[in-house]
C-alpha cells in the first residue's frame, strides 16, 4: 500500500521518517554545544592548575596528606605494588591509543562507519597533546617520596595516564556504542571503561607518582575533552542517509554505490550519532 500526505497525493520516496526521529542539530548548535562544554573542562584545568603553580598552602596539604597514607598502604602489600606496576604499564599512553587506533580502522573497514572513525580517532590524538602541552604549562614536580615505589619522568600535573586512559576509555565506548545493540553490552562496556578509569587513577597515587589532585582534574579533563568534542561531532551526518547525500557511499567505486537504489535503501547501517 503506497503512503499518501494528508491531501491524498502520493508521497515522494524517502519522504517517510521512523516515528520518533529528530532532525541532528545544526552546525551552529553543535559548536556552540561543544564550546560550552570545552569551557567547562578548561575551568577546571586551569582552575587548579593555577592553584597548583601558586602552591596553594591547602590543596598542596591535603595532597601531601593523601599521598603518604597511599603509598603507605602499597608498602604493606608487595602483591598490590607488583599489580599497580603492571598496570603502569599496561596502560602507558601509547599503547592504548594504538589499539584505539586498530578500533578505528576496524568501524570504518568493517563496519562503514568512516566519520565516526576519524571522530575518534582525531579525539584521541587531542586529548595525547593536551595533555603534554598542559604538564609542561603548570610544570608541577612530582611528589618526593623517601622510598620510592616506582619512578616516573616529566612533570605531575595533570595525570597523563589518567587524563589519556580516561580519554581512551569515553572515546572508544562512544565509537562502539550503535554497534552495542542489546542493552546489556551497552552496560558491560561503560561499566568495564569506569573500572579502568578509576584503576589507573588509583594506580597513580598509590605508586605515589602523582598527588590525587593531578589524577582528578586528569580523569575530569579527559572525559570531558571526548564529551565536549562528540558534542560537537554528533549529528554530523544526517540520520536518514536516504534523504541526503551520504559523503561515505558518494563515488561510483565504492562497492555500494554500484548496488541498485532500492537495494541501498533496504540495506541496514547503524546510524552515526
Not at 603502569?88 to 563496519?111: F, H, I, N, R, S
Request: charged share 15%; aromatic share 10%.
Amino acid at each position: 500500500m503506497s503512503s499518501h500526505d494528508v491531501s491524498g497525493r502520493p508521497e515522494a520516496p524517502g519522504a517517510s521518517r521512523a516515528v520518533g526521529t529528530h532532525d541532528p542539530p545544526s552546525r551552529p548548535r553543535r559548536l556552540a554545544r561543544a564550546a560550552v562544554y570545552s569551557l567547562l573542562v578548561a575551568t577546571v584545568l586551569f582552575g587548579v592548575g593555577f592553584l597548583v603553580r601558586s602552591q596553594w598552602h591547602p590543596l598542596q596539604s591535603v595532597d601531601d596528606e593523601l599521598i603518604d597514607r597511599a603509598t603507605a598502604l602499597t608498602r604493606e602489600y608487595p602483591a598490590l605494588r607488583d599489580f599497580l606496576v603492571f598496570w603502569q604499564e599496561l596502560t602507558q599512553p601509547y599503547k592504548l591509543y594504538v589499539v584505539g587506533t586498530l578500533l578505528c580502522l576496524w568501524v570504518w573497514l568493517a563496519k562503514g562507519l568512516r566519520t565516526r572513525a576519524w571522530w575518534a580517532f582525531g579525539t584521541m590524538m587531542l586529548a595525547w597533546m593536551i595533555g603534554l602541552g598542559a604538564k609542561y604549562l603548570f610544570q608541577r614536580a612530582r611528589p618526593i617520596i623517601e622510598d620510592p615505589l616506582s619512578e616516573a619522568p616529566g612533570y605531575s600535573f595533570p595525570s597523563g595516564h589518567a587524563l589519556n586512559t580516561a580519554a581512551w576509555a569515553t572515546t572508544v565506548v562512544i565509537l562502539l556504542w550503535p554497534l552495542l545493540r542489546p542493552l546489556w553490552a551497552r552496560v558491560v562496556a561503560v561499566g568495564l571503561a569506569v573500572v579502568v578509569i578509576v584503576v589507573t587513577a588509583l594506580d597513580r597515587v598509590l605508586l605515589g607518582v602523582h598527588y590525587p589532585s593531578d589524577v582528578s582534574v586528569g580523569v575530569a579533563t579527559g572525559v570531558g575533552l571526548a564529551l565536549a568534542s562528540y558534542a560537537g561531532y554528533v549529528g554530523w551526518n544526517p540520520p536518514h542517509p536516504e534523504d541526503a547525500h551520504d559523503p561515505d557511499l558518494d563515488g561510483d567505486d565504492h562497492p555500494a554505490a554500484r548496488e541498485h537504489p532500492g537495494d541501498r535503501h533496504s540495506t541496514t547501517h547503524p546510524q552515526e550519532t
